[in-house]
């Protein structure tokens, strides 16, 4: 038997930033209301790029699964002081997302004490 699955795109917004509750920092969707969690900022938009895409694949099958939900207004809010996040760093998160980034090369983009937030545009498909 041979299950069709629609074809989905998402366009969509990465707000970045520091958590000190956390001790890390997140990267939060602003379209799915996903979140990815990381200790930089690279690590976060990677596991959130991750997760974006699994939830397009599981939209993609199953019908019933929502796709979109706006983030709360005090994320998106977030925004109006954000930076724009490198597309080299994006470029960084997108390979470590998919497992192409060697595991024993480093991928340090902030220091530490570096608490900026940032926007950083997600183009996910399957």
């Known amino acids: 038997m041979v299950t069709k699955t629609k074809k989905l795109t998402?366009?969509?917004?990465?707000?970045?930033?520091?958590s000190p509750e956390d001790e890390s920092w997140i990267a939060h969707s602003i379209h799915t209301d996903q979140i990815g969690l990381g200790l930089t900022p690279v690590d976060a938009l990677a596991e959130l790029m991750r997760?974006?895409?699994?939830?397009?694949?599981?939209?993609?099958?199953d019908s019933t699964i929502?796709?979109?939900r706006k983030?709360?207004?005090?994320?998106?809010?977030i925004v109006k002081a954000a930076k724009p996040f490198p597309i080299e760093w994006v470029e960084v998160a997108h390979k470590k997302a998919?497992?192409?980034?060697?595991?024993?090369?480093?991928?340090?983009?902030?220091?530490s004490q570096n608490t900026d937030a940032y926007t950083a545009a997600l183009s996910e498909a399957v």
Request: glycine share 2%; proline share 5%.
């Open 71 to 77: 983030a709360p207004d005090e994320v998106i809010e």
């Open 66 to 68: 929502s796709l979109l």
């Open 98 to 111: 998919h497992g192409t980034w060697p595991s024993s090369a480093r991928s340090d983009t902030v220091d």
């Open 10 to 18: 998402l366009q969509d917004i990465a707000i970045i930033y520091h």
């Open 51 to 61: 997760i974006v895409d699994k939830l397009l694949h599981l939209a993609a099958e």
